[in-house]
């Protein structure tokens, strides 16, 4: 009778370990995206997670002074380039899903080592501009074309 129901408790653990486990590539992030991780390098959509989550991590991976250009931002259509100091800088989230009352999106081209922001019913436009260096991504500058 004991061997029995010792057999129920094996089985339940069984089935909860193999339902409760998910293979390492098919996790999720903050129900954001999936990681991969491979020859562990991470990808550049991992990276931005982390630089997104983690102000520590995000300050060390900015090119200070940083150059942040807005095309058209004033009155007249003028491009206009401020340049960003340490004390100036505020962490970004780039995968926030609203800014400024917003609906926005964040589309990553990795060929291009760049995150863009895009509203979905109004004029925001961000592109965040990363090189590689030393291993791993540096954001190296924002351009803003929000109308």
Aim: hydrophobic share 35%.
């Amino acid at each position: 009778m004991h061997f029995i129901t010792m057999n129920k408790y094996i089985y339940a653990i069984l089935v909860l370990l193999c339902f409760g486990c998910q293979h390492p590539e098919k996790q999720r992030v903050d129900n954001v995206m999936p990681l991969t991780i491979k020859n562990n390098k991470r990808s550049f959509k991992d990276f931005l997670i982390k630089f997104s989550s983690d102000s520590a991590y995000q300050i060390n991976h900015v090119s200070i002074p940083i150059e942040l250009r807005c095309n058209g931002y004033d009155f007249e259509g003028e491009d206009t380039t401020y340049i960003i100091g340490n004390k100036d800088w505020d962490n970004i989230n780039l995968f926030d899903t609203i800014i400024d009352g917003q609906k926005v999106s964040t589309i990553i081209d990795e060929s291009k080592n760049m995150a863009t922001m895009r509203g979905e019913e109004c004029g925001i436009l961000v592109h965040y501009m990363f090189k590689k260096s030393n291993g791993t991504w540096i954001l190296h500058k924002i351009i803003d074309s929000t109308n």
